[in-house]
């Protein structure tokens, strides 16, 4: 019988990979007995999927974050320096 | 060379200006080290710059200068997460402490409370939330999961990856998961959630 810790590192694991069938069934067992790891699985399951749906959409991150200045005229001036030598 | 035969909605003149700010929260929200993003802003629309004779206008200018972003901040995490997963897995005492010694749950995960952040009333401050949980993780942790979400090829090596770096892997992953999950219980689906923020997405 494995550990819940172990438990939770294939719970984990499952979301990556396809697990090899000693490792599924071993969870699998232990899932029907540990209503504590059958919660975990559960949850974690829903942090994945929000954590996907998160970097899927636009994630515009925080909006107080701002290019510094001293960068943006950087930048421009070497667009510029670059949209001179081209034209 | 003619400036007309570029596409007419790309205009790199006004880039810094129209775009900047967004790609820069765009690539901070990636790899979150202000230098870094700066970096990855600077050479993304410098690479653009080269590469704008291709744009054909099939989406706007600003997807488009995400794209070639995105791909900058997959290079840059993939290189740290190689630089670091060699010396993985480091001793975890957090991740040890969640388990007794005999492996039991030191404490049992709870039941989450009905907070769904499918809920479109809750998205924008479920990902307020989700973001500060994604920032409290450890540098190497937070840089690995981070790959294994945005970038496609990343996760289909670690599907079938075997060997150490496979192994080390797993072990960051679970570990950064492990921490996710924690705090999202605490911080949104636990009996008292946050405070409302005004937070926007």
Redesign the interface.
Known sequence: MI????A??LI??E????LPLHQRAGLAFHAVVCG??R??RW??G???E???E??AT??????D????AE??D???A???A??EE?? | ?D?SITAPSLD??T???AH???????A??RVRDPDAA?EL??DA??AA?TARHAFRGRCSERSWL?AILKRKAIDWLRAEVRKRVRHEPLPDKWADA??TR????KK?????SSAD?GQELNRAE??KA??DCLSKLPTRLRQAF?L???DEVA?DE????VGVTATNL??M??RA??R??QC??VNW?GEEPLAPSE???
């Open positions: 550990t819940c810790r172990r939770a590192e984990s694991g979301l990556d990979t396809v504590a790891c919660q975990f949850q974690l829903v942090v994945n929000t954590v996907e998160f970097f636009a994630w515009a991150g925080d909006p974050a701002i290019l510094p960068t943006k950087h930048l421009r070497v667009i510029a670059h949209l081209n034209s | 060379m400036r790199p003149a880039w810094v200006d900047g700010d967004y790609l820069y929260r765009f901070l929200s700066e802003v600077q629309l410098l710059m995400t969640q388990f005999a492996g039991k749950w049992k995960p709870e039941e989450w952040p479920f990902r989700l973001a981070v294994r979400y945005v996760a670690i599907r079938g990856a797993a072990v992953l679970h998961r492990l996710l999950w999202l219980t689906f937070g926007r997405t």
